[in-house]
């Protein structure tokens, strides 16, 4: 086929970042929603607002191992001058005292036990003194801050999660503790995943010159993991349109099919030829490196998404535009002052791997688009956008791996 060039293409070459992103985001079908327990919601995206059902916590309750008492009793309270009061009782979670506190009396109470009536104050079991069985002497006052207030979390009724986030682990904690047993989340995203190259073989058997181990397919399968996506393995295709077509035809019940190597410029990237000469084709190129030659099309009806071969392409493009674009959640950056120089490129977004160290960010060193170490290794994608360059000593933006 004559490969297209910037002069003569029917479709976008060269796109940013963001724009890839969005075209990609764009091609995905809306997830329906479905009601799984809690104990299967890690990773998934919450599909509803969720409202607390009970308040948390669900009484007035301490803070701290020791004594609830009356603040007023206990203000001069000190090593030097303690404080007597009398034992009438205990509290513990569960099993709440169930008289009330009065003037020159305390309870003994646990962490996370109500508070009993007549209580407002609560001193550690650190500051107190027994004074045999049935009275204690109180080293310092007892403070109502150590007191936890009804409802001081959140309080039944009230909207606490809201529909979009990604169920983390403390997240789904939180879910339980609002008092829900069964979360609405969205469908699971179905990812096709194909691999291509010739040069390409299955981990384990016999490297011969010139082959290299499927690492993408695993690395990309592993990400997709951990993006919550259900991953549909398709295996690995040599090159030819046959294999290829014959490969994708198993990505039947898929809502998106990705797959590395093959959309380059070469004689044999056939990955890119089926998509621009018998299917459709969105973009090719991203204004990046590594992963320039990513492209989008769709193919009877599929969305295909062609990331390059090299590894580090491969996974630095699905860090940054697959990822986003298949869970709905904005890339997560932060700013960091780079320890080393980092160079710019005059018409793309540079990814530089790099490694940080007291606070701030250095250039990992190796960068080419092979080295898959310097992903093991690095620390983060350091973002110099197109044109740029970035100074030692200047704030520079860095995606964490």
């Known amino acids: 086929m004559s490969v297209p060039t910037s002069a003569n293409p029917s479709f976008p070459m060269h796109v940013s970042v963001a724009e890839a992103r969005e075209m990609l985001a764009a091609l995905l079908p809306e997830l329906e929603t479905e009601t799984v327990p809690v104990a299967q919601a890690l990773g998934r995206t919450l599909a509803a607002d969720l409202e607390a059902l009970v308040s948390h916590p669900s009484a007035t309750e301490s803070a701290l191992d020791g004594i609830a008492a009356r603040e007023a009793d206990t203000l001069s309270a000190s090593a030097e001058t303690p404080v007597r009061l009398k034992i009438v009782g205990e509290s513990r979670a569960g099993m709440p005292f169930d008289g009330e506190v009065g003037a020159g009396e305390c309870v003994r109470i646990y962490t996370g036990a109500p508070l009993p009536p007549g209580a407002d104050a609560i001193c550690p079991v650190e500051e107190l003194a027994d004074d045999g069985p049935e009275h204690v002497h109180l080293l310092r006052p007892a403070f109502p801050a150590d007191v936890r207030p009804e409802g001081g979390d959140f309080r039944a009724g009230e909207t606490v999660m809201r529909a979009g986030l990604r169920l983390s682990a403390p997240r789904v904690a939180l879910a339980v503790a609002l008092g829900h047993a069964r979360l609405p989340v969205r469908r699971k995203l179905r990812v096709a995943l ?90 090719w190129k991203v204004r990046m490196r590594p992963g320039g030659p990513a492209i989008l099309g769709g193919w009877n009806g599929l969305p295909v998404f062609g990331l390059p071969g090299n590894p580090v392409s491969s996974l630095v493009v699905f860090h940054v535009i697959v990822r986003p674009a298949l869970t709905g959640q904005p890339v997560q950056s932060l700013k960091l002052r780079a320890a080393t120089p980092f160079r710019g490129l005059k018409d793309k977004t540079a990814f530089w791997r790099g490694v940080i160290q007291d606070g701030e960010v250095g250039d990992y060193g190796a960068q080419g688009s092979g080295i898959l170490r310097s992903l093991s290794d690095a620390d983060a994608l350091v973002i110099v956008p197109e044109g740029g360059g970035v100074q030692a000593g200047e704030l520079v933006d860095v995606v964490l791996l």
Request: aromatic share 4%.
């Open 194 to 283: 194909l691999s291509t190259g010739d040069e390409v073989i299955e981990p384990g058997l016999p490297l011969q010159a010139g082959q290299v181990y499927d690492s993408n397919r695993v690395g990309l399968s592993a990400m997709l993991g951990e993006s919550g996506c259900e991953v549909i393995e398709l295996g690995h295709a040599p090159d030819s349109p046959a294999s290829l077509q014959a490969a994708i035809a198993g990505a039947g019940g898929a809502d998106v099919l990705l797959t590395s190597g093959g959309v380059s410029m070469g004689k044999y990237d056939f990955m890119r030829d089926l998509l621009i000469e018998r299917g459709r084709v969105s973009f």
